[in-house]
């Protein structure tokens, strides 16, 4: 089936619907084509906040907001990008208030803000109440919020379509196919503007806090075009997820007191930390758990895991503030934790890398200004370079909505300006292809068991703590699955609601997203940010401040190419003293 739109977009999580929702009041027609429905997309999951500084609570100002954005980021981060970010942020969380959203309120009836790590007053003086929010289900209530208004601005909806292809003719994009998964057939979708909004990535490993569906999509089908992805190496784990499942647990947890702890039940985080203890950064907090485990002071039935105490709390405490987390850690892991130790895990969380785009979302083609006519991207796939080397908690949401609009409008503006380019023949041909050698491999191989490989080796050689040696074994190992994914059949024949085709299907994604992170993490021979290598310690300004831009080798597929980009400076050059780890 053949369809038409102005402008496309492709995912319903914030940045999807922020961008559906702005290029509809700019007179366009507008399609958002989701593989979830729109209020399951994984921004519903996010309960921290979204940090603008309102100064509602104590003063605040946009330029110390783009300063710990900025040195958040470990100094990679594009200086513009903070800047524009930190500015519309505090208009854009008022345009959220008044079409409705539900934040929680001060008593001067003001939005309400509270403290979150890395956000500060005066460059870095004392922390600041930054993060606005609606009690612990902000992201819930940005996504039916902007879900409503679009319905209200009449964007069509077309749900549980997976995307499968991009359609790039000519250095411009003309539209994209998708898989609907209700009867199995292949539609085109012909347009003057598409914005890629497909989300992250956190499949690619065992432990994640990411939904099962986010596996890359469209990150993997724009290198699969010989287009780049920026600063893949940049992945940020957050310290406590449930052990095995990686469900988020809050770091609320150890704020109400709950401490860390190891096979002897020793406090470990004394060593490590000695004054702040549990209440260091996630990455410190991180590393040291891994470090425990490593040196075989893991617990639970695979050593793997480490004790988070809660037992010497109050019943109020722990059932009323810490209500969501002990639910969670009853139900799955049928542990009370009023009596029992909870086994967590860090947990992979967020990508700081992706699509690079300019400030309007434009997708980039190359590091020296070449763009793709037509293709903007905003939200955690793409890379617009506002969290550098490690994002700021409440940034990902502020970076959905401020980006996500820019896209919007952008794409808009530009399906105002132009006529319809023509589609290529066939469009459809490369999904017939992909899905029809899917179906008729030899079957020698099974999609769970290379994901299962997968998803334990990019943990092993690529995950907190990297060197040199484990992450060229991981580049090796993720040819030899690339090799054995070739080898995959989908048993289920079922035209309709054929999961097993998809699974396959998102696999092939994440193998590709595998492929880009190992080899630009190999490549970046220092630690900044959330890539802390053994084997190279310190940050290194000097060879290294620059944007990686990994490119699929298209004449010997498996193998990356990789180019740089450099980093926008201007303002905040000060702190560039080379950084020695210490936890
Ligand atoms: C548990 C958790 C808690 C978090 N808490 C916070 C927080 O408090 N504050 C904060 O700032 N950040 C937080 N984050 C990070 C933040 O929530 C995410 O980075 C952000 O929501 C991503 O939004 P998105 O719009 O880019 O993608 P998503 O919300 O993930 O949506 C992706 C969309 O793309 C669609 N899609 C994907 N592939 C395809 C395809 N092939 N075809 C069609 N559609 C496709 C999906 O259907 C979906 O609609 C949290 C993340 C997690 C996992």
Same mark, same amino acid.
């Given at each position: 089936m053949h369809h038409r739109y102005d402008v496309l977009v492709v995912g319903a999580g914030g940045a999807g619907l922020m961008a559906a929702l702005y290029a509809a009041k700019g007179n366009v027609s507008v399609a958002c084509i989701t593989k979830l429905y729109p209020t399951r997309s994984h921004t519903g999951a996010a309960q921290g906040g979204v940090g603008a500084a309102l100064g509602n609570v104590a003063e605040d100002s946009w330029e110390w907001h783009m300063f710990d954005t900025i040195k958040g980021g470990d100094y990679l981060t594009d200086q513009d990008a903070a800047e524009v970010f930190s500015k519309e942020i505090i208009e854009t969380v008022y345009e959220l208030e008044h079409m409705g959203l539900p934040f929680s309120r001060e008593e001067n009836g003001t939005i309400a803000q509270r403290k979150f790590g890395g956000h500060t007053r005066e460059f870095g003086k004392a922390a600041v109440e930054r993060s606005?929010? =609606?009690?612990?289900?902000?992201?819930?209530?940005?996504?039916?919020?902007?879900?409503?208004?679009?319905?209200?601005?009449?964007?069509?909806?077309?749900?549980?379509?997976?995307?499968?292809?991009?359609?790039?003719?000519?250095?411009?994009?003309?539209?994209?196919?998708?898989?609907?998964?209700?009867?199995?057939?292949?539609?085109?979708?012909?347009?003057?503007?598409?914005?890629?909004?497909?989300?992250?990535?956190?499949?690619?490993?065992?432990?994640?806090?990411?939904?099962?569906?986010?596996?890359?999509?469209?990150?993997?089908?724009?290198?699969?075009?010989?287009?780049?992805?920026?600063?893949?190496?940049?992945?940020?784990?957050?310290?406590?997820?449930l052990s095995k499942l990686g469900i988020l647990v809050t770091e609320g947890i150890r704020g109400e007191g709950g401490i860390l702890r190891n096979d002897s039940h020793e406090r470990f985080m004394e060593r490590y930390a000695p004054t702040i203890k549990d209440l260091a950064p996630r990455d410190i907090v991180a590393r040291s758990m891994v470090k425990e485990i490593r040196e075989g002071r893991g617990v639970g039935p695979d050593k793997d895991a480490i004790y988070i105490d809660l037992t010497h709390l109050p019943r109020e405490t722990v059932e009323g503030k810490l209500a969501e987390i002990t639910d969670l850690a009853r139900t799955y892991l049928g542990?009370?934790?009023?009596?029992?130790?909870?086994?967590?895990?860090?947990?992979?969380?967020?990508?700081?890398?992706?699509?690079?785009?300019?400030?309007?979302?434009?997708?980039?083609?190359?590091?020296?200004?070449?763009?793709?006519?037509?293709?903007?991207?905003?939200?955690?796939?793409?890379?617009?370079?506002?969290?550098?080397?490690?994002?700021?908690?409440?940034?990902?949401?502020?970076?959905?909505?401020?980006?996500?609009?820019?896209?919007?409008?952008?794409?808009? =503006?530009?399906?105002?300006?132009?006529?319809?380019?023509?589609?290529?023949?066939?469009?459809?041909?490369?999904?017939?292809?992909?899905?029809?050698?899917?179906?008729?491999?030899?079957?020698?191989?099974?999609?769970?068991?290379?994901?299962?490989?997968?998803?334990?080796?990019?943990?092993?050689?690529?995950?907190?703590?990297?060197?040199?040696?484990?992450? =060229?074994?991981?580049?090796?190992?993720?040819?030899?699955?690339?090799?054995?994914?070739?080898?995959?059949?989908?048993?289920?024949? =079922?035209?309709?609601?054929?999961?097993?085709?998809?699974?396959?299907?998102?696999?092939?994604?994440?193998?590709?997203?595998?492929?880009?992170?190992?080899?630009?993490?190999?490549?970046?021979?220092?630690?900044?940010?959330?890539?802390?290598?053994?084997?190279?310690?310190?940050?290194?300004?000097?060879?290294?401040?620059?944007?990686?831009?990994?490119?699929?080798?298209?004449?010997?597929?498996?193998?990356?190419?990789?180019?740089?980009k450099p980093v926008t400076l201007h303002g905040f050059t000060r702190s560039f003293e080379p950084k020695a780890r210490v936890y």
């Open positions: 606005c929010y =609606a009690k612990d289900r902000t992201g819930h209530m940005i996504l039916q919020t902007l879900y409503q208004q679009n319905v209200k601005e009449g964007t069509t909806f077309f749900n549980e379509f997976h995307v499968t292809d991009l359609l790039i003719e000519d250095g411009r994009c003309t539209g994209v196919v998708a898989y609907e998964l209700a009867t199995g057939e292949i539609h085109t979708f012909h347009a003057k503007a598409v914005i890629l909004a497909a989300g992250g990535y956190g499949r690619v490993f065992k432990i994640t806090s990411n939904a099962l569906t986010l596996t890359g999509d469209l990150m993997s089908i724009y290198y699969r075009k010989g287009l780049p992805l920026e600063d893949m190496e940049f992945y940020q784990f957050h310290p406590t997820g542990l009370d934790p009023l009596k029992d130790m909870v086994l967590v895990q860090p947990t992979a969380h967020y990508a700081m890398g992706g699509i690079p785009t300019d400030l309007n979302g434009l997708c980039l083609s190359d590091g020296a200004g070449g763009v793709v006519e037509g293709l903007y991207a905003a939200g955690e796939q793409a890379c617009v370079s506002l969290h550098g080397a490690n994002r700021l908690g409440t940034n990902s949401l502020g970076d959905l909505i401020v980006f996500g609009k820019r896209a919007g409008i952008a794409a808009a =503006a530009y399906a105002r300006a132009t006529d319809y380019a023509e589609m290529p023949e066939r469009a459809e041909r490369e999904t017939v292809h992909l899905l029809d050698t899917l179906r008729g491999g030899s079957g020698k191989e099974n999609v769970a068991a290379i994901r299962r490989d997968l998803q334990e080796s990019m943990m092993q050689n690529v995950g907190i703590f990297r060197n040199g040696p484990d992450m =060229a074994k991981q580049v090796e190992i993720i040819k030899e699955l690339k090799e054995r994914y070739r080898g995959v059949k989908v048993v289920d024949p =079922a035209k309709r609601y054929n999961g097993d085709l998809i699974d396959a299907v998102e696999l092939g994604f994440l193998l590709d997203c595998a492929e880009a992170m190992a080899a630009s993490a190999v490549n970046r021979t220092e630690s900044r940010g959330a890539h802390e290598r053994e084997d190279y310690t310190t940050r290194d300004d000097v060879n290294w401040l620059k944007h990686t831009m990994a490119y699929r080798d298209m004449n010997n597929p498996g193998n990356v190419i990789i180019g740089y």
